[in-house]
């Protein structure tokens, strides 16, 4: 086994790819010795995760003449991620209609055992990881592991096994891999490194521009908007703190879709978004500070309540409560923003709204 959580510093795109040959060469030699093989990746999917287990099907087609299945839990519900899955022809499976004694082999990809955003059981064994969240003990119990925390995105290290396994990329596939870089780091803007610039700039000129425009400009349910209404309803900002409370929602990536919103307003530093989903608080930070990291403090705020993980700048975690319990949602509101009052060093600071409200109803 071997697990490495990257490499700081810089390396030449040289040096990055004999680091990916090496990598890839040992997991498949790997699994060439084994029988079917399963793709993990997380709950409610968004364009990294579906750009990584393309690229890791078409390595193991080219490589292995084997058709891996791309199994998933939750659904896709934002507007950019469905089309992107019809656009590129990604085929998906539910986690629940498979068997996963058929499979002698489990991948998981931009998701690691124990996160509590996939929904692999926690009794089945994880074969190969593959992510750039920071490396969790669980993994590390994993046969071939490779979790870069100095990569923006996971789709990157997937681009770089296919180069240095010399692999054609074709337009489909260049167009997704792109799409992820573009979306998971803002157009380079939040959290990308070197590797992610290369691959971006790359892999530019081989993406299908029309279809990128499908993907990036789709068009929007009416639920779409009457979430943003709701969301900047309730919003409450503490200086440069903002909390936006969506309360029962019927997807649970409009959390996160949010926070990237409302992140944008003048004088906000930090943003936490939730929503009531089935028996769950669904929860995302974001941030432009650079001084703090999103990942651990709602590692933090959810300890000995839910799971949680991210990164520098962006988090998510899951936290269990009664279905349609909203005001068990408003104490969970009010505690994390008193935890976040500490980690954020927030003293006495009145609140006020996003929207005030009209009282008088005129």
Not at 161 to 169: C, P
Not at 315 to 331: F, N, T
Request: negative net charge; hydrophobic residues 40%.
């Amino acid at each position: 086994m071997k697990c490495e959580e990257g490499l700081r510093g810089t390396m030449t795109i040289e040096s990055r790819l004999r680091r990916s040959k090496a990598q890839s060469d040992e997991m498949l030699e790997w699994l060439r010795g084994t029988g079917k093989t399963i793709i993990i990746i997380h709950d409610n999917p968004d364009p990294d995760c579906l750009a990584s287990a393309m690229a890791l099907r078409h390595l193991l087609a080219m490589k292995l003449s084997r058709n891996a299945t791309i199994a998933f839990s939750g659904m896709i519900a934002r507007s950019e991620n469905l089309a992107m899955a019809k656009e590129l022809e990604i085929t998906l499976t539910p986690l629940e209609t498979v068997d996963l004694d058929d499979f002698s082999a489990v991948c998981m990809l931009d998701t690691q055992p124990g996160t509590g955003n996939n929904s692999l059981p926690p009794e089945r064994r994880v074969d190969v990881v593959i992510d750039h969240h920071p490396l969790r003990e669980e993994t590390q119990k994993c046969r071939r592991v490779d979790v870069r925390a100095d990569y923006g995105v996971t789709a990157t290290i997937l681009y770089e096994y296919l180069l240095a396994q010399n692999i054609t990329i074709g337009t489909k596939l260049a167009t997704a891999l792109f799409y992820a870089i573009k979306s998971e780091t803002q157009d380079l803007g939040r959290e990308a490194n070197e590797p992610d610039r290369d691959a971006y700039l790359r892999l530019f000129p081989v993406a299908n521009k029309r279809l990128l425009y499908e993907i990036t400009y789709p068009k929007l349910p009416v639920e779409h908007f009457r979430t943003l209404h709701n969301g900047v309803e309730n919003a409450t900002i503490y200086g440069k703190l903002l909390v936006v409370n969506l309360q029962a929602i019927r997807f649970p990536e409009v959390v996160a879709e949010m926070a990237d919103y409302l992140i944008r307003l003048a004088g906000i530093e930090t943003v936490l978004s939730m929503g009531l989903y089935n028996d769950g608080v669904i929860l995302s930070i974001r941030t432009t500070s650079t001084l703090l990291n999103a990942g651990e403090i709602i590692k933090r705020l959810v300890a000995g309540r839910g799971t949680g993980g991210g990164h520098g700048m962006m988090a998510g975690a899951k936290m269990d409560i009664a279905p349609g319990d909203l005001a068990a949602l408003k104490e969970v509101e009010e505690l994390l923003t008193r935890g976040l009052f500490l980690e954020l060093s927030i003293g006495d600071v009145t609140p006020a709204r996003l929207i005030e409200r009209n009282v008088t109803g005129t």
